[in-house]
């Protein structure tokens, strides 16, 4: 394999906003192709966040979006270990960005175990009464209707949808890289959605 050219690491920084010395790393593990280096360099966002876990978050940021009608609004609050990294231009691009995320896909908690019991009672409900009306058994509706919770889950925790700015990507795989990028535990707290009318 000849040496990785300077331009090559330039276009996979770009694309992954990983550092110089990542990139050329990932390529060079990869054989100089970029989408391997691009899911080599994911996967190493991966095992940064799993180390980084256990540490206190005590400073962060309260982002807002505002749509331009003035009748949508998200608050979300995101954490990191330090007044640092909460100045830091990429972290409240991040924090922007999923409130912008949030006011566009609407979610109702940011992981499954935070949905409250009441919603997942009456969609499996819901889903049941659907299964059955379709003519299937008893005995495999279950496993339809765990099926549908688990999609229901995917696209309606944030952690688990497909971010609206690269659909490629989940929530989850975007704060790994932020992870990974910026060298803190970050973690996303609360978030708040206004509508005018609801």
Same mark, same amino acid.
Do not use: W
């Given at each position: ?5 300077? @331009?090559?690491?330039?276009? $996979? ?10 990139? *050329? ?11 391997? &280096?691009?899911?080599? $360099?994911?996967? *190493? ?7 980084? &876990? ?5 400073? !962060?940021?309260? =982002?807002?979006?505002?749509?331009? %009608? /003035? @009748?949508? !609004? ?8 330090? %007044?640092?990294?909460?100045? +830091? %231009?990429?972290? +409240?691009?991040?924090?922007?960005? $999923?409130?912008?995320?949030? &006011? ?30 379709? /003519? @299937?058994?008893?005995?495999?509706? %279950? ?6 919770? =688990? ?8 952690? +688990? =949808? ?12 975007? $704060? ?8 803190? +535990? ?10 005018? !009318?609801?």
């Amino acid at each position: 394999m000849s040496t990785i050219s300077a @331009k090559t690491v330039m276009q $996979l920084r770009e694309k992954t906003g990983a550092g110089i010395m990542d990139c *050329k790393e990932a390529l060079t593990e990869c054989n100089g192709d970029m989408d391997s &280096a691009v899911d080599f $360099l994911r996967k *190493k966002g991966l095992a940064t966040a799993a180390k980084r &876990a256990g540490r206190a978050m005590t400073e !962060g940021v309260i =982002q807002s979006y505002i749509h331009m %009608d /003035g @009748k949508l !609004g998200v608050l979300v609050e995101v954490n990191c270990e330090t %007044d640092f990294v909460a100045k +830091n %231009d990429d972290f +409240n691009a991040f924090a922007k960005n $999923l409130a912008m995320h949030i &006011a566009a896909m609407n979610p109702v908690a940011i992981r499954p175990e935070e949905v409250s019991e009441e919603i997942v009672s009456k969609e499996k409900e819901i889903y049941r009464a659907q299964v059955l009306e379709m /003519g @299937k058994p008893e005995k495999i509706a %279950d496993k339809i209707v765990d099926g549908k919770i =688990q999609k229901y889950f995917k696209e309606n925790c944030l952690m +688990n =949808q497909a971010y609206v700015r690269n659909p490629d990507m989940t929530i989850e795989d975007l $704060l790994n890289e932020m992870i990974a990028k910026i060298g803190e +535990n970050i973690s996303i707290k609360r978030f708040a959605r206004f509508r005018i !009318g609801e």
